[in-house]
T-cell receptor, first 112, second 110 residues
Framework: DGGITQSPKYLFRKEGQNVTLSCEQN?????MYWYRQDPGQGLRLIYY???????QKGDIAEGYSVSREKKESFPLTVTSAQKNPTAFYLC???????????FGPGTRLTVT | GQNIDQPTEMTATEGAIVQINCTYQ??????LFWYQQHAGEAPTFLSY????GLEEKGRFSSFLSRSKGYSYLLLKELQMKDSASYLC???????????FGGGTRLMVKP
């Protein structure tokens, strides 16, 4: 069964701690994306990667970091520099031939 | 830059028809997506329009006018399970990135 997995579904952290959200896909997609969604809002792009070992900042990259060492994996680290990290985080992937993005189930991060 | 506008909220009655509009301003337009998102879940693909006109898929249809920078999603025979947010997203020359609108929260009432 092909798809995108994100874990965990819910994550709780104390302020000042870094936290890494995982995203894995077995769709053989080249491109992967991280979005942030706040209550009642649309999706805002944090980082994206078109190919392994390369990634670019999206609209709201400050306070976040990513890596793309493998085609299947695109982990997102929420650092202590992110002023308001509590949000719903969605990972997506797409192929080079098709602009449609496939989404993982999301991780709801709460920082207190 | 890109700008995508859609209404924040809409309410409709079960069994009725509702039209959700989306207007956009972008350079290098490739196509427009509509996604459905239930609360706390991932967005799921509904439709993709590249050319002008209406694409029909069961109870859902999507329309695009490239010259007017306008699209709408039409939902017929509304069901309670259609209560969700509907996201309009534009694909532009910037690779295969999508820019999303703020989403329209649709509430279907009995």
């Amino acid at each position: 069964d092909g798809g995108i997995t994100q874990s965990p579904k819910y994550l709780f952290r104390k302020e000042g701690q870094n936290v890494t959200l995982s995203c894995e896909q077995n769709l053989n997609h080249d491109a992967m994306y991280w979005y942030r969604q706040d209550p009642g809002q649309g999706l805002r792009l944090i980082y994206y990667s078109q190919i392994v070992n390369d990634f670019q900042k999206g609209d709201i990259a400050e306070g976040y970091s990513v890596s793309r060492e493998k085609k299947e994996s695109f982990p997102l680290t929420v650092t202590s520099a992110q002023k308001n990290p509590t949000a719903f985080y969605l990972c997506a992937s797409s192929s080079a031939e098709n602009y449609e993005q496939y989404f993982g189930p999301g991780t709801r991060l709460t920082v207190t | 830059g890109q700008n995508i506008d859609q209404p924040t909220e809409m309410t409709a009655t079960e069994g009725a028809i509702v039209q959700i509009n989306c207007t956009y301003q972008t350079s290098g337009f490739n196509g427009l997506f509509w996604y459905q998102q239930h609360a706390g879940e991932a967005p799921t693909f509904l439709s993709y329009n590249v050319l002008d006109g209406l694409e029909e898929k069961g109870r859902f249809s999507s329309f695009l006018s490239r010259s007017k920078g306008y699209s709408y999603l039409l939902l017929k025979e509304l069901q309670m399970k259609d209560s969700a947010s509907y996201l309009c997203a534009v694909s532009s020359n910037a690779g295969n990135m999508l820019t999303f609108g703020g989403g329209t929260r649709l509430m279907v009432k009995p």
